[in-house]
């Protein structure tokens, strides 16, 4: 399955690429570029509407009190899900705040999606990280830290232990646009280019780094021309076409699987919710920007694509809606039933085997648990 690539005008002066038009057409017949087989195009819906789904839900746990942070992609499906799928299973994955459903994507069990969101005892990252911060180690899929562009060096190091075994792996290394201002993105891609690590970096450009436009935080005309200074190609590309973020994504692992080194791919959207739960974007945000977005739902935009091909009918995807909600639901009723970690694991994968010191005071926190019950619980707000 194939379709041409073309540029089209962004209001910011700069072009963008683009495969399918904004109702939903090819634009242009066939060539030789990447896109997904035809068999797949269907599932890459599926996973978008899965993240939809599931975004739509655990921010209702949240405003209930039943989950402590979210940070949805709602609007960024096609951004997430489309470059996502242009990395193979062995490939690493270093996420950033909105990436969830490309763990999913990459095989991880909504169980262990919702055991995180809960923190409970089933939550592979025992309830230490801050829900939304996933991390799947079957789908090498990295837990992400809230210091913005950490995980940017962590990722061009793991490239680099990759490239110097010789082994085959490529690493994806996502972002925002507010981490381009951080001095993890200098150093990550100035390292990367300079040792030619197999790696690639999506830029998803949300539109805002929290309540910061870009206009206040960069002067280049837009993301992908950053990569130039660096040494490495860069593009931009129309965010809410799947199809486009896709092959542009495509094309830089396969740059790389190749040995030609990094590249860096920016990934033009729009976060419609707020940064996260804790946050109020009509402080910030015009409505009518708001609704100009809404207005250009990736989902909608690929659902008219797969209905023109013939993948896609009214039928079919009521039935995958209802199916994936019911999923949803039968997950989070169990995870909510499921205790905390035990207390002991507090002290566990720091040392090989927990010191004395830190054995002595688990036992002597079980001792006064026992003898007068459990804290009572913390009311209070996250501050993002």
């Not at 068999?39 to 921010?59: C, K, Q, S």
Request: net charge negative.
């Amino acid at each position: 399955m194939t379709a041409s690539t073309i540029r089209v005008s962004d209001p910011g002066g700069f072009e963008l690429r683009r495969v399918l038009a904004e109702d939903g057409s090819a634009l242009l017949p066939g060539d030789h570029a990447p896109l997904p087989p035809r068999g797949e195009l269907a599932e890459l819906y599926r996973a978008m509407l899965t993240t939809r789904l599931l975004d739509d839900r655990m921010l209702k746990l949240q405003r209930q009190g039943r989950v402590a942070f979210v940070g949805t992609a709602t609007g960024l499906e096609a951004s997430v899900h489309g470059s996502a799928a242009a990395f193979r299973p062995e490939d690493w994955v270093f996420s950033a705040l909105r990436e969830g459903g490309a763990a999913v994507q990459r095989g991880m069990p909504l169980e262990q999606y919702a055991a995180h969101m809960f923190g409970n005892a089933e939550d592979t990252a025992k309830g230490r990280q801050m829900t939304n911060h996933f991390q799947h180690p079957e789908g090498n899929f990295v837990s992400w830290s809230s210091v913005i562009g950490t995980q940017l060096p962590q990722a061009v190091g793991a490239a680099m232990a990759f490239q110097r075994r010789g082994e085959p792996q490529v690493v994806c290394a996502y972002s925002g646009d507010g981490a381009t201002s951080s001095n993890g993105f200098h150093s990550a891609l100035n390292f990367a280019a300079v040792y030619k690590a197999p790696v690639v970096f999506v830029v998803i450009d949300n539109g805002w780094a929290i309540s910061v436009p870009s206009s206040k935080q960069t002067a280049s005309r837009c993301y992908g021309d950053k990569a130039r200074a660096y040494g490495m190609p860069g593009c931009d590309v129309d965010g809410n076409d799947v199809l486009a973020c896709y092959r542009a994504t495509q094309e830089g692992a396969d740059r790389a699987r190749a040995g030609g080194g990094p590249s860096l791919v920016a990934l033009r959207s729009y976060r419609i919710g707020g940064h996260s739960s804790s946050d109020d974007p009509t402080k910030y945000r015009d409505p009518d920007e708001v609704e100009h977005w809404e207005q250009r739902d990736p989902l909608d935009r690929f659902a008219a694509y797969l209905r023109a091909e013939g993948l896609l009918d009214d039928a079919l995807q009521a039935e995958w809606t209802a199916a994936i909600t019911a999923r949803i639901a039968a997950v989070v009723q169990r995870a909510e039933k499921v205790g905390p970690p035990p207390l002991e694991t507090l002290v566990e994968d720091v040392y090989a085997d927990p010191p004395k010191h830190l054995r002595r005071q688990v036992i002597e926190a079980l001792r006064v648990i026992a003898e007068k019950g459990e804290a009572d619980a913390v009311e209070g707000k996250f501050p993002l």
